[in-house]
T-cell receptor, first 111, second 118 residues
Framework: TQLLEQSPQFLSIQEGENLTVYCNSS?????LQWYRQEPGEGPVLLVT?????EVKKLKRLTFQFGDARKDSSLHITAAQPGDTGLYLC???????????FGKGITLSVRP | GAVVSQHPSWVICKSGTSVKIECRSL??????MFWYRQFPKQSLMLMAT?????????EQGVEKDKFLINHASLTLSTLTVTSAHPEDSSFYIC??????????????FGEGSRLTVL
């Protein structure tokens, strides 16, 4: 069974701070996605990474896929209250496979 | 990005009744859709994989007679919670994979449906 461990589980920071959160596994994934979910809504896809060592940027968010394609990190620069939410990482073993989800990271950014 | 729509957004029903939730891919075709259940402040729990034109594949511990799934077209899957009880109250979310562009496995999620069983 493929497992994804996300850390830290909870994070509360002040607006303007930087942060890095992690998604780790002992399994290799062909692709990995990051989603953000706000209360009462469905998850929204932020990024997909597929190549080992790949780095993608989405405004203030920087995503990195590990060289071995077993882990990923998300770095947020100058966090804003609008970044508050549940961040989920999900790994796929192939194009038609079901995704394995981590337990998520609850981020709270205080004004 | 692709759009997935769920309906209803929330529903309140009496114990013993059945509730149907629809999941539609609005601008793409989806042979495969997924249904999840989510408890407060927790991650998504996959319930079943919905396959167009064939039977759904249920995860271990999910009662297929309790949670009926029908995927009759390439843009619509439905989840029916039969004889609902208070313990079925939860947030149900569907997701779909674009048949043409989903080669990297990414999913697009509906807005979720909040079910409350009295």
């Amino acid at each position: 069974t493929q497992l994804l461990e996300q850390s830290p589980q909870f994070l509360s920071i002040q607006e303007g701070e930087n942060l890095t959160v992690y998604c780790n596994s002992s399994s290799v994934f062909s692709s990995l996605q990051w989603y953000r979910q706000e209360p009462g809504e469905g998850p929204v896809l932020l990024v997909t990474v597929v190549t080992g060592g790949e780095v993608k940027k989405l405004k203030r968010l920087t995503f990195q896929f590990g060289d071995a394609r077993k882990d990923s990190s998300l770095h947020i620069t100058a966090a804003q209250p609008g970044d508050t939410g549940l961040y989920l990482c999900a790994g796929g073993a192939g194009a038609n496979s079901k995704l394995t989800f981590g337990k998520g990271i609850t981020l709270s950014v205080r004004p | 990005g692709a759009v997935v729509s769920q309906h209803p957004s929330w529903v309140i029903c009496k114990s013993g009744t059945s509730v149907k939730i629809e999941c539609r891919s609005l601008d793409f075709q989806a042979t495969t859709m997924f249904w999840y259940r989510q408890f407060p402040k927790q991650s998504l729990m996959l319930m079943a994989t919905s396959n167009e034109g064939s039977k759904a594949t249920y995860e271990q511990g999910v009662e297929k007679d309790k949670f009926l799934i029908n995927h009759a077209s390439l843009t619509l899957s439905t989840l029916t919670v039969t004889s609902a009880h208070p313990e079925d109250s939860s947030f149900y979310i569907c997701s779909a994979r674009d048949d043409l562009w989903g080669k990297t496995g990414e999913l697009f999620f509906g807005e979720g449906s909040r079910l409350t069983v009295l």
